[in-house]
């Protein structure tokens, strides 16, 4: 389950994305398929979904949706590249759903978007990852429902590392020097994604850094930054960098076609990798950056929450308590039958075979070791400082402490409008 996004972009890009969407128009339709549940005692709820590349995921939450009993549940499965576009919109109208998924944003508590869901997670709080409740908290409250935990990693081909005598990279300077002993006529050393907007997060924290300190302020402004954003660069004009493939980031198909040696991917593709190239992979964390720096790796994922300007708040939150915290064996399903997910709840997380053995313990064991979360105070405004951080010293070559003073300016603008 691709669960970047529906359009399989990077999960930033439709954050970026949401920004602007006040002055959307409103949504005037998502969908002619609605899903609709039967049996129910007469109440309806409408649910969000963008659509998951894997087969077999929408009829999965359909399915699920069904067998509720207390309320019609009719499901909005969102094709194309604009779910979050079409999300917003209609959170603006009276089409707008009862429930939906997204990611935690500190926007959508303070406009009172969300609702509290304290009362429905507190019982079974301490199954839940700690790092995943403290993402969708805000001022005590929790105002989402993790459903999977998608950690990223980099997967490298094995045979072609043997083969030119390369060893698994332990620091970003390694991994760039892989890179370049990788790369052939044919095949490129590593694949980072189209626009690199991908690994900005995991590089801040393979650098010893956080984007945002405890006390909500600049955490990303640092020498092991700096250095990591000049590596970068060195490896964007290294020439062993690929930087067209057909899909982004997100697809396997740029390793696993041969077109790379090292990809950043996500978890979900293992099945998909393992089909093509059996045992020739292997998987490791985003590198070190600096002397003071840590391997990191990215935990994405998505959550459901309830629209606290419904029709009906209190059966949305019954139907999200029914399937996402009481209905564990779909849950379950939901994570480990349509790519590979982590559950986010240890109960469930412990009696997932399928992340046992092999390639998935592996990246279970890069996961508790070194994963790192979203920080809900992190804005999309703030991902896009960063973006244009990438943009200005990476691909075009200026100094990264100007690139970065012109982030803190725009970061410091949003941190004060949210905390004063």
Known sequence: MSAQSNSHRDRRSLLRAAAGLAVAAPLAACGSNNGRGGGGSGKQLQQYFHAYGEAGVEQAVK??????????????????????????????????????????????????????????????????????????SYDGKIYGVRMIDDPQFLFYRKSMLQKANVAVPTTLEELTEAA???????????????????????????????????????????????????????????????????????????????????????????????????????????????GKGRPSVYNGGWSMFVNAKGGDVDAAKEYVKWLWIDQKQYQEDFATSYGFHIPPRASIAARADKLKSGLAAEGVKLFNTYGHFDNIGWTQAMWSAWDSVIADCVRKGGDPEAALDKADTAVNRELKKLFG
């Open 180 to 290: 370049a002993r990788l790369t052939t006529p044919k095949v490129k050393g590593l694949f980072l994604g189209n626009d690199l907007h991908a690994v900005e997060a995991p590089l801040i924290w393979s650098a010893g850094a956080e984007t945002l300190t405890a006390k909500n302020e600049i955490g990303y402004h640092t020498d092991g930054v700096v250095e990591g954003l000049r590596q970068l660069r060195k490896l964007f004009t290294s020439g062993s960098l690929l930087l067209d493939a057909p899909a982004d980031f997100w697809d396997p198909s740029a390793i696993s076609q041969g077109l790379c040696a090292i990809q950043f991917c996500g978890m979900w593709a293992m099945p998909v990798m393992q089909q093509a190239l059996g045992d020739d992979l292997g998987v490791l964390p985003f590198p070190k950056v600096g």
């Open 63 to 136: 399915r699920y949706a069904k067998a509720y009993s207390k309320a019609n549940v009719s499901t909005q499965w969102i094709t194309g590249a604009d779910y979050e576009t079409k999300l917003f919109a209609a959170l603006l109208t009276r089409q707008a759903p009862d429930v939906f998924e997204f990611h935690p944003q500190i926007q959508l508590v303070k406009s009172g978007q969300v609702a509290d869901l304290t009362d429905i997670i507190e019982p079974v709080k301490d199954d839940f990852d700690p790092a995943d409740i403290a993402s969708h």
